[in-house]
Every structure is written in C-alpha cells, then in structure tokens.
T-cell receptor, first 115, second 114 residues
Framework: DSGVTQTPKHLITATGQRVTLRCSPR?????VYWYQQSLDQGLQFLIQ???????AKGNILERFSAQQFPDLHSELNLSSLELGDSALYFC??????????????FGPGTRLTVL | SQQGEEDPQALSIQEGENATMNCSYK?????LQWYRQNSGRGLVHLIL?????REKHSGRLRVTLDTSKKSSSLLITASRAADTASYFC??????????????FGKGTLLTVNP
C-alpha cells in the first residue's frame, strides 16, 4: 500500500459525459501528479500540482482539467468524454517537486471506460 | 515521443535465472528511475540512479547508467515467479523553467515461469 488513495476504482460512463477522479496523496506529500495509461499510448504524464499550484504540464487535453485543494487532495475532471479516453488514470504523490529525484508513490488507479 | 524506450518489450525466463532489461533515452537527465507494475495496478518505485552515478544495488536489483550512451540497464538476479510484472524506466526532463516531469517508457513485460 503506497498511501495514495484514488476513488473511484472503476468508472463506466457514456460519450459526452463528464467525470471527476479524486486522489488523496500520502501524508506529508505536497506534490500530486496525474498520469493516463492506455495500451496504445503507454503511461503519459498529464499534470502536476505542488502545494496547490500547477507545476508542470504534460500531454493533457483541453477537455481535461485538474486542481489541488488546500488539504492537498486533487481532482482530475474529464469532460466531453470520447471512446479514446478509456484508460487507467493514476495519481502519484511525492514530497517535493520532481527534478530533485523525489520518489513518486502511485495510487491504485481509476479505470475509466467510456461506452 | 517517449523519452525512455525499454528493450526487450517482453522477456520470458525460468525461475532462478537472471533478467536484464535495458532502457535508452534521448535527452540529458538528472535522474533515472525504474518502476514495476503488476497487471492493472499502480506502479511501485524500485530504484533511482542519479546522473553522476554509474551503478546502484538494491537487494536482487542492480542498475547501471551510462550517460555517454544514454542508456540504463536493470538486472534482476535469481528471479522468482513473483517478479512477473512490467518494468518501466522513467527519466526526468525539464518541462519548462525549472520544472521537471517524469517520462516513462512503454515497459518490458517480464514473465518468470516456475
């Protein structure tokens, strides 16, 4: 158990809908990262927040947004869902910002299926 | 495109044998990390090697880094069936200003047969 929690574990929804994925980092970690893992694209970095502020951005679509709240939990919002958004979405946390070799601890993931 | 590329894509060995996986990357890095993922589950950090290090050990794991060739290898000795998983290398690269992000390869699927 990494100490990172993600809810829900599974999510099945229809195209065009909007969903929110939730992540609670390990106690004491200030950074939260979101990743998308699919068979064709592999593990793609989406976005990072550090202590409430956006820190780094990866291949995140404009239909996706995220935020980190004062209690450090984070939410990833996916809107206007398409079939291709079906994937495993992982949240990870670390003590500080990446770049100084912080280990990232991954949550168990949310499996999103868009029908 | 992926910063790290693992090789081979899949590896099948017998219990007790050693497993070697390689990772190549394209740009300069500060650190390189190896992660493990059991099917459909979260990634677990295995080991980190800094750009000024050449070799690192952790239990049955040995990681090497050759910055001149932009490559790393992960050796698992005396493999066990429980080592069956996908293994990813991850490199940190500047994403703008002083901010860095981890970029993962597509992984090597290791199967250890009892």
């Amino acid at each position: 158990d990494s100490g990172v929690t993600q809810t829900p574990k599974h999510l099945i929804t229809a195209t065009g809908q909007r969903v929110t994925l939730r992540c609670s980092p390990r106690s004491g970690d200030l950074s939260v990262y979101w990743y998308q893992q699919s068979l064709d694209q592999g593990l793609q970095f989406l976005i990072q927040y550090y202590n409430g502020e956006e820190r780094a951005k990866g291949n995140i679509l404009e239909r996706f947004s995220a935020q980190q709240f004062p209690d450090l939990h984070s939410e990833l919002n996916l809107s206007s869902l398409e079939l291709g958004d079906s994937a495993l979405y992982f949240c990870a946390s670390s003590v500080g910002p990446a770049g100084d070799g912080d280990t990232q601890y991954f949550g168990p993931g949310t499996r999103l299926t868009v029908l | 495109s992926q910063q790290g590329e693992e090789d081979p894509q899949a590896l099948s060995i017998q219990e007790g044998e050693n497993a070697t996986m390689n990772c190549s990357y394209k740009t300069s890095i500060n650190n390189l990390q190896w992660y493990r993922q059991n099917s459909g589950r979260g990634l677990v950090h295995l080991i980190l090697i800094r750009s000024n290090e050449r070799e690192k050990h952790s239990g049955r794991l040995r990681v090497t880094l050759d910055t001149s060739k932009k490559s790393s290898s992960l050796l698992i000795t005396a493999s066990r069936a429980a080592d069956t998983a996908s293994y990813f290398c991850a490199t940190d690269a500047e994403s703008g200003g002083s901010n860095y992000k981890l970029t993962f390869g597509k992984g090597t699927l290791l199967t250890v047969n009892p």
